[in-house]
């Protein structure tokens, strides 16, 4: 874990890569406590691009009212292709100590740690990670802001399909997100008892479903849902209703729920998650503590080299799809 000496008076604190549920609350906790520590807290709009495009602004504690149970990121957020080159961090170092701020608080996802990491190593700018995605996939955190908000925004959609299909006795696919991550898929799937989940980490097949819901009509069940996480693109679940016709004949119903996971009010869950680390943050920073995320290992607060968290990946947990399958009988 690096350390460094400087005293900080004035902190930065943005949000990058695609919002999640809760990063309001982070912002909020890491504001309030900052300038409860005597610091000067500023915000940098639309994450590294704003960085680069000088666009930091000073925050106060009103600035915080009424932001705690708001989805998306009063800050705005991007991705951005520039900062991943050198030329675009040397910009975003330029601005930041223009701008006199002595340290960092990053709230995103691996690909945000990246660059993270990268301004600590080129720049000897000191950050401190924040998880925040829904989908759940950053090594070294049980949980990531968003990820419980997204599960229950999917599985409320889920228990409304579930209706409709029961009606009429309907075959259902529902295309969760998570990209290359089953996270999302593999909680939904198991809380809303679905009848198979495909997640890049399991080796279900189409085959194999088909048989499980023949199977599952033999035994006088009229109606199935099946989860899938999206894949590099969504649609998959456009694909596994062709292949799923083409092999059987049954006809399947597509439901992609997409962007909707990303918004909303964050459970009461995310919220305590988020304000948690947001403190956590300023407090690793204060104690001169830098190139770290917070996480979650269970209940308890870690700190966690960025190096580690980039070079690793974090699987979605394959017992819940077991579990689930034999649930789902
Ligand atoms: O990383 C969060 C996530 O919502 C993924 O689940 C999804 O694949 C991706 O972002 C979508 O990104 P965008 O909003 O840029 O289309």
């Given at each position: 874990m690096a350390q460094f000496s400087q005293k900080i008076k004035r902190i930065g604190v943005f949000t990058s890569g695609g919002d999640a549920p809760g990063m309001n609350a982070a912002i909020r906790a890491v504001v309030r406590v900052g300038i409860a520590q005597n610091l000067e807290v500023y915000g940098i709009q639309n994450g590294y691009v704003g960085m680069m495009e000088n666009k930091i602004y000073p925050l106060q504690?009103?600035?915080?009212?009424?932001?705690?149970?708001?989805?998306?990121?009063?800050?705005k957020t991007g991705r951005s292709a520039e900062f991943m080159k050198a030329e675009g961090r040397v910009k975003a170092a330029q601005n930041l100590k223009a701008a006199q701020i002595d340290a960092l608080v990053c709230i995103g996802g691996d690909g945000s740690f990246r660059g993270a990491h990268a301004l600590w190593e080129e720049h000897h700018i000191p950050v401190v990670g924040v998880p925040g995605t829904i989908?759940?996939?950053?090594?070294?955190?049980?949980k990531t802001i968003g990820f419980d908000t997204a599960v229950n925004t999917a599985l409320e959609a889920i228990d409304r399909i579930r209706d409709t299909a029961a009606s009429h006795d309907r075959l259902f696919i529902v295309e969760v997100m998570g990209r290359n991550s089953g996270f999302i898929a593999s909680h939904v799937g198991l809380a809303g008892g679905a009848e198979e989940i495909f997640t890049p980490e399991g080796n279900t097949t189409v085959e194999k479903a088909v048989d499980r819901i023949k199977e599952a009509i033999g035994r006088g069940k009229t109606s199935s849902i099946l989860v899938t996480a999206e894949g590099q693109k969504p649609g998959r679940a456009y694909d596994l209703a062709d292949a799923i016709r083409k092999k059987s004949g049954m006809d399947a119903k597509v439901c992609i729920l997409g962007?909707?996971?990303?918004?909303g009010s964050p459970t009461a869950a995310d919220r305590i998650l988020a304000s948690r680390m947001g403190a956590a943050a300023v407090d690793s920073l204060l104690k001169g503590?830098?190139?770290?995320m917070i996480g979650t290992e269970g209940e308890r607060l870690v700190q966690v080299p960025l190096d580690l968290v980039t070079k690793n990946e974090k699987k979605s947990q394959l017992d819940l799809l077991s579990l689930a399958s034999i649930l789902a009988t």
């Open positions: 504690l009103r600035d915080m009212a009424n932001i705690i149970q708001r989805g998306g990121t009063i800050l989908d759940n996939d950053i090594f070294g955190s049980d962007h909707q996971q990303r918004g503590y830098c190139d770290i």
